[in-house]
Nanobody
Framework: VQLQASGGGLVQAGGSLRLSCAAS????????MGWFRQAPGKEREFIAA????????VYADSVKGRFTISRDTAENTVYLQMNSLRPEDTAVYSC??????????????????WGQGTQVTVSS
């Protein structure tokens, strides 16, 4: 499975961005897709995850109510809609995927496939 993330950019605080993660290769309804971010000097942080079937989503408390993860199975793409952006959301955002058998998808080690990052910068 190969992942291609896109959609990052520069936005003012309070603005919105939508990130995309296109998956190529064989996926299944059990696949889990996640988004992580890493700011300079900080550890990688879990943002959100969704099962490919769409039945389950999970969010980090820091983005709950502001970010929405979704998927389009026809396009083999997962999206991260980010609203009410804050300067502290500035980071490199990466998407990840796994076949869906891990216990906890809020940790990076659960994922076997990673895309390249896309930079999100929120100005104050």
């Amino acid at each position: 499975v190969q992942l291609q993330a896109s959609g990052g950019g520069l936005v003012q605080a309070g603005g919105s961005l939508r990130l995309s993660c296109a998956a190529s290769g064989r996926t299944s309804s059990s696949f889990v897709m996640g988004w992580f971010r890493q700011a300079p000097g900080k550890e990688r942080e879990f943002i959100a995850a969704i099962r490919w079937s769409g039945a389950n989503t999970v969010y980090a408390d820091s983005v709950k109510g502001r970010f929405t993860i979704s998927r389009d199975t026809a396009e083999n793409t997962v999206y991260l809609q980010m609203n009410s952006l804050r300067p502290e959301d500035t980071a490199v955002y990466s998407c990840a995927a796994d076949r869906g058998y891990a216990r906890d998808y809020r940790v990076a080690i659960a994922y076997n496939y990673w895309g390249q990052g896309t930079q999100v910068t929120v100005s104050s």
